[in-house]
């Protein structure tokens, strides 16, 4: 249906195609195919550019156009940073029922998903092993933080929230007036509910203080 150009290098493993040149440009009007047809064949893109952009790609930056990579597996290496933007649309991570999605560096500091179809063993985990910088406000080894808004926890009505380590210091900064709950402890769910404040191993007169200095 027109024009071809054909180069042939005898298809076999000892021919080779050399092309050197200052630039080359290579214009087409539909589509490039570079493909290897033995299952040892490889394509390789080298640059030998020091700084600044080595390698670029360029799919017209609209909504309709994209790129697209196939693998068995992706390896991708870098020695400085990685960034990944998105200007205008969302950017999804996903992987199937029983392997993970692991972000940071293992034993040390990293967050993993691991979804799964069997429910006693899909998790959220974020585990930082060594990091020693003790809780107060705006500071911790791991920092949850809402600057201008709230924080929920929600969880299953059957389930638990637990929390043990060290002290446990909660402190409220606001003051919403006369009628105020800024610290609440609400059981809500039956007659059979109760609330305990347990200390098992203190012996002094202060084990467990009850204090108001003002009111």
Not at 25 to 33: L, R
Not at 80 to 94: F, T, V
């Amino acid at each position: 249906a027109g024009q071809s150009i054909l180069i042939s290098a005898n298809a076999n493993a000892g021919s080779i195609l050399d092309i050197d040149a200052g630039i080359i440009d290579i214009d087409v009007q539909d589509e490039i195919e570079i493909a290897t047809t033995s299952a040892d064949g490889h394509i390789i893109l080298a640059s030998a550019h020091t700084s600044g952009l080595a390698f670029h790609i360029d799919a017209n930056e609209d909504a309709a156009s994209e790129v697209q990579i196939d693998a068995g597996i992706l390896d991708i290496d870098v020695t400085g940073a990685i960034s990944i933007d998105s200007s205008a649309g969302s950017i999804s991570m996903n992987v199937v029922d029983e392997q993970t999605v692991s972000i940071g560096l293992n034993a040390a500091s990293e967050t993993v998903w691991t979804p799964s179809n069997t429910a006693g063993t899909e998790q959220w985990s974020t585990i930082v092993t060594s990091g020693d910088t003790d809780g107060a406000d705006a500071a911790g080894s791991i920092l949850l933080s809402s600057v201008a808004g709230g924080i929920g926890l929600a969880w299953n009505d059957g389930m638990d929230l637990w929390a043990e380590g060290g002290r446990f210091v909660v402190t409220a900064n606001e003051n919403p007036g006369s009628a105020g709950e800024v610290i609440k402890l609400h059981a809500d769910a039956g007659a059979n509910q109760t609330i305990v404040l347990l200390n098992d191993e203190g012996t002094s007169q202060s084990a467990i203080t009850l204090t108001s200095t003002a009111g």
